[in-house]
């Protein structure tokens, strides 16, 4: 075992410093409203859209505000975590980058690694909820269209391909390539639309409240609020997938903790005020849980705002899409970049400095899984690991700040160690409710991980290339970012 950075063998990380002063590939142009956009549009979608809904009418009741309350608490303590890592290390990579330099490089290969599958799936997953919303407003319109086309193998009869699905996959891929400040222009626009239509829904919501809807307002008592928490938790995360976006960040040092502050702050106002007007409008007995919004808005004879909510509904979760394939091209490029998955993945367009071969990869891979899984099995490869990802940045937080409280922050999480301590500890909550097919996929994905890292990423990381001098390292000859690596000529 070999002495590198700090640490040995697989536990050996990257020194702070290095990582920060890695050379520049990819480009720094995004300011802080355009990642707080990209963060909002990870953030706002199925939540409001789909969850609020299904968690009213069956787990909470009114309370389902509370549940969103204890979510949000729950996942600002592990944003706090990943705001003080944002200031401090103004790299592609997130977790998979602050696992590396705390907790050793074995740690950040495995939260890497899973988070490459989790991120690829729910794009998938949105994929193909959005195909399912573009088939119902056709649908509406009286448009029948053939049945091979309209979901994948054994979700219907005749069913051979979700080919929306696949259509939207690639098409978010294509807008990534085109280079990010172009793909995130695009990104804040949508987002705009979709936040217009949050507040339209608050706004005529509110006039149609009948304030008895709200009684009684634990109807499944106490702890249907919490199990309705463990539920809409998934949909106040999207932070952490924006969070890999720093180091296209013109300034990411101060941009990306109020980023990801705001970006969550800002999703909760409108996740609070949403569930507000939804369960006063309609008893949460009658809520569909499917399309809450939509029936909500028919039942008070507003039916054309319905269509309108089911227009923002597609328009709102299609930036999960675009949000979490950038998640997982910048934890790729950052992996290839440090060696531990070919440096030929790590490659930049010449002129875009965008990752087009791993973007291109994600997306027909995402591509494949949209059009041939069920919704059902392609969901059942999410989840855990973004959950691990939240439990090492909020310890690594805590590690990094006892074992060098000297180092620059420009954002320090209050509460230390308290608040990750309570990050941590209820994702690891969340995890026990879980399905057992979801524990499976990870042991099958975490198996052929560690056959990967120990025939090829322990041995030709550029720590464990470069020795104990440090020539060959990152930043160094040979290294993936030095003279003969990923140079940025791709």
């Known amino acids: 075992m070999t002495s590198a950075g700090n640490g040995t063998g697989i536990f050996r990380r990257k020194p702070v410093e290095e990582i ?182 608050i706004v005529v919501g509110f006039f149609h409240i009948r304030t008895a809807n709200y009684s009684p307002f634990f109807p499944f008592g106490i702890s249907g609020a919490f199990t309705g928490a463990a539920t809409v938790f998934f949909a106040v995360f999207g932070y952490d997938a924006m969070s890999t976006a720093a180091e296209e960040s013109r300034d990411a040092r101060r941009h990306m903790p109020k980023a990801i502050i705001y970006s969550l702050l800002i999703s909760m106002v409108l996740y609070v005020l949403a569930t507000l007007v939804l369960t006063g409008m309609q008893n949460y007995r009658e809520i569909d849980p499917e399309s809450g919004f939509s029936s909500a808005f028919a039942s008070v004879g507003l039916s054309g705002l319905a269509s309108v909510i089911a227009v923002g509904a597609i328009i709102g979760i299609l930036t999960v899409m675009f949000t979490f394939m950038l998640g997982v091209t910048r934890v790729w490029f950052s992996m290839s970049r440090d060696g531990l998955l070919p440096a030929w993945f790590a490659k930049v367009h010449p002129v875009r400095r965008v990752p087009t071969r791993v973007t291109w990869i994600v997306g027909a891979g995402s591509a494949l899984i949209a059009g041939f899984l069920p919704i059902r099995e392609a969901a059942e490869l999410t989840n855990i690991g973004i959950l691990l990802a939240f439990v090492v940045v909020c310890i690594a937080v805590i590690v990094l700040r006892y074992r060098r409280p000297e180092a620059p922050r420009t954002f320090r999480l209050p509460g230390m160690p308290v608040v990750p301590a309570i990050g941590a500890l209820f994702s690891v909550w969340l995890i026990t409710f879980l399905a057992p097919e979801t524990w499976l996929r990870f042991a099958v994905w975490f198996v052929i991980g560690a056959v990967v890292y120990a025939l090829y990423g322990y041995r030709r990381s550029a720590l464990a290339r470069r020795g104990p001098s440090g020539p060959g390292g990152p930043s160094g000859p040979g290294g993936p970012s030095g003279p003969g690596g990923a140079s940025g000529r791709g």
């Open 20 to 201: 920060a002063d890695t050379t520049e590939q990819l480009s720094r142009s995004l300011g802080l409203w355009q990642l707080t956009a990209i963060g909002i549009g990870g953030i706002i979608g199925a939540g409001i859209f789909a969850l609020a809904g299904a968690v009213a009418s069956e787990t909470a009741g009114p309370a389902v505000l509370v549940s969103f309350l204890i979510a949000g608490l729950a996942s600002a303590a592990a944003a706090l975590s990943y705001a003080e890592f944002a200031g401090m290390i103004p790299k592609a990579g997130s977790a998979y980058t602050y696992g590396y330099v705390v907790l050793g490089e074995a740690v950040g290969w495995f939260i890497g690694w899973d988070l490459l599958l989790e991120y690829t799936a729910i794009v998938a997953v949105v994929a193909i909820g959005i195909s399912g919303y573009f088939g119902f407003l056709l649908g509406e319109l009286g448009l029948d269209l053939p049945a091979w086309m309209l979901g994948a193998p054994g979700t219907g009869d005749g069913h051979v391909v979700d080919l929306f699905a696949v259509v939207l996959c690639l098409f978010i891929a294509f807008l990534l390539t085109l280079g990010i400040k172009t793909a995130a222009r695009f990104e804040t626009f949508v987002v705009g639309l979709k936040v217009a239509v949050v507040l339209l829904v």
